[in-house]
């Protein structure tokens, strides 16, 4: 079938949509929700069977959904309504949740059902429930409905259901306003899971109006002031609530053209007067038998330049315990997702911070390969982009969680080059022949795909919750193989060949010659680029990587799929 996907922004949960219907051989293009006319331009340049909405803030024209079926997904269970459902979801402490596929028509979230799915509700923000979750739900619900499509079925009244329809308005700051004095420690994360990562919960701290992000339990910190600031932590604030604390990890002034950063960076005065106490470890590494593990989540998978510099010790440290293999950890909504663009951003000079942090990303990914005393994992979970998926193959192997989504490509961040020793890497595991059309592509990648590309070497068949056990339990079934030492010892003779053809410290200075360029040289499209992905400035089009009813020649039109 052909599908065209109407959507507010090419998000993660159209990603993954993305990949699962181009991998059953349906044709599938994108449009941007930019006005009606272009919407109405893209139906008729693509002519599509059907029409999904994976991520829409707002309604389809009837033009469009008159002329053919217009598939809507909502976070939300049968007859539930409203633009802010996961939000109201977490709020209200629901114990399971929904997603339902409905068929556009004049009232928003109000069409005949074609597919659902319930799931439990996990004590998580709102962004990894629908990284997760939701996102899991969504594709069976959409494959479902495609299905019956297929077969001539039909939908059916949410009343019809047994549901009575519930609509419910979008959440306001006041919805979700803390209450120090009164809102417990589990109320407080609640109200802050709701609002992650946008728009967050507007409060005070330091006398400063703000946005809360990244909240999580603080334990072991004496009593304090409801509301207060008590401690410090990484770039995380402490805040005692009336029965505990919680640590604040990210806040965004309330002013026009303010960023997200850690707490402790926007408010680096007031915390310099803050007791150090145990915070969420960003870094942690544990052993068990001869493997090694090394846990790293950052906020969002962003690494900025201390962040690369203290992996890269925790690194040279696990490397140099008696281990056999290394597994390193990423977040399990977000692996890595390479520099970290905001604090890029909010540096007094970025070129000279994206120059800094480029360097802290190679030396950390060069030590990880020149690791040659035993054999290293990436263990994927989560999504990767751009130098996040080359830290990953920096890696002897990369396993990959089934539902996982990569991002091999920088050109989207304005033509960025990219480092992370991916000139290197990216021919040695999937073929010079594919290089150019990986790069280029600029598109999401599933598991399958990842793994016929050599981007990733197994494919870890579990959900969100069996993955850190099942990678367990494979590490040490590898460590304890018999061969594990011929393997470690070809390994080393492999770099030693590779470093004899071709030195990797040629492989970076090409590499951040051009990254040189792209920081400090005459074209902005990197510093633009960057800007406007970090103020979330809405797209003015479609990329044409994405809006393939829009190639207009047949070198435009990508063949990745149809190739490989
Ligand atoms: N630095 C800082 N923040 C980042 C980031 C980065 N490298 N990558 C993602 N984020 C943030 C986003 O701003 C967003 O923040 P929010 O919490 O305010 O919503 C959050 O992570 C999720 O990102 P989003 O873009 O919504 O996720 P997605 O699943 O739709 O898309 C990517 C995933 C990887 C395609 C996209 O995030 C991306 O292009 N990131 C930049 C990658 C890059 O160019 N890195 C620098 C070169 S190495």
Known sequence: MRILFLCHSFNSLSQRLFVELGARGHEVSVEFDINDAVALEAVELFEPNIIVAPFLKRAIPRAIWESRICLVVHPGPVGDGGPSALDWA???????WGVTVLQAQDA???????????????????SSLYRHEVTEAAVEAVLEAIGKIVQGGKPAGAEEMGAVPVWRKGMQQKDRAIDWTHDDTDTVLRKIASADG???????MFGEAVYLHDAHRAGGLPAGQPGTA??????????ATRDGAVW???????????????ATHVFAVEAESLPQADGQAEIHYEEAGSVGFLNFRFHNGAMGTEACQLLLEAWRKAAARPTRLIVLCGGSDHWANGLNLNLIEAAASPADESWANINAMDDLAEAVIR???KIVVSAVGGNAGAGGVFLARAADEVWLRKGAILNPHYKDMGNLYGSEFWTYLLPRHAGTE?????????LPMGA?????????NKIVDTGRGGFDAAVRGMALEFAGRPEIGALIEAKARRRADDEAAKPLAAYRAEELDRMRRNFHGFDPSYHIARHNFVHKVAKSRTPITIARHRATTRSMQPERRAAS
């Open 434 to 442: 594919n290089v150019e059309r990986i790069a280029a592509a600029r």
């Open 448 to 456: 399958e795909e990842a793994a016929s590309l050599g981007l990733a």
């Open 108 to 126: 928003l979230d109000a069409g005949p059902v074609w597919a659902h799915r319930r799931f439990i509700m996990r004590d998580a923000p709102k």
């Open 248 to 262: 604040i990890g990210h806040v965004r002034m309330a002013k026009v053209k303010a960023i997200k950063l850690p």
């Open 371 to 373: 690791t040659t005393g």
């Open 90 to 96: 977490i709020l209200n402490a629901e114990a399971d």
């Open 198 to 204: 946008v728009p967050g919960v507007r409060d005070e």
């Open 230 to 239: 008590i401690a410090r932590s990484g770039g995380a604030i402490a805040r």
